[in-house]
């Protein structure tokens, strides 16, 4: 099984940066995809960024040219730098990840979630 912990939220003012980070331990064959999702309040749940194992990115149209996902295969982990925040993005962001176990097993990992206050 794979543990996501995620760290780095917080409050800041709008205009304001964080930088998310989400480290995944455990037994595992191969993480896949890996990404942020949010979700605020009285709203449904956002695909923020993912991030592929090769390195290809996607992004929410409501964070492109602010965010930017990134990963680093060795210590298995993958962050989200968030820059220009806005009100707008106040929620809680979740990591998960595609984990591959040995046997072929395949699943979505998730973490706990970090709470991100952005204030006007």
């Known amino acids: 099984q794979v543990n996501l912990v995620e760290s780095g939220g917080g409050l800041v003012q709008s205009g304001g940066s964080l930088r998310l980070s989400c480290a995944a331990s455990g037994t595992f064959f191969s993480i896949n995809d890996m990404g942020w999702y949010r979700r605020g309040p009285a709203k449904q749940r956002e695909l923020v960024a993912s991030i592929t194992r090769d390195l290809s990115t996607s992004y929410a149209d409501s964070v492109k040219g602010r965010f930017t996902i990134s990963r680093d295969n060795v210590k298995n982990m993958v962050y989200l730098q968030m820059n220009s925040l806005k009100p707008d993005d106040t929620a809680a962001y979740y990591c998960?990840?595609?984990?591959?176990?040995?046997?072929?097993?395949?699943?979505?990992?998730w973490g706990q979630g970090t709470q991100v206050t952005v204030s006007s």
């Open positions: 998960y990840a595609g984990v591959t176990l040995g046997g072929g097993y395949a699943y979505s990992a």
